[in-house]
């Protein structure tokens, strides 16, 4: 952005969805500290870490956007790439990481406190 021009709507739009990442952050944080087991902190780490990333990168292309050049618009480019590629890996690699908690035998949370399994 040039200088003295102050803030436009390009920023503004990016300052939000980077901002709205670290808020999301914040709350896969809070999730994974107080949450009772296993099972519900890999799913808060999972959904936050995976809506926050995609909310920074965003962020960070919609701003890239702000000078249009071809080099700029390339990596925006490369910017929404990552978004698809961390969009599907994701909820993948929650998926695997329940499925090996499981078979490893990690008790689910009931709320009388105890930590039996429940017969499937």
Sequence with gaps: MTEGMGIGPIEIVSMALIGSGVIFFAGAVAGILRFPDYYTRIHAAGKGDTLST?????????????????????TSIKILMICVFIFITGPTTTHVLMEAGYALGFKHWKKDGDQEEEEP
């Design 54 to 74: 995609l909310l920074i990168a965003l962020g960070f292309a919609v701003y890239n956007l702000g000078d249009l050049s071809f080099h700029n618009i390339l």
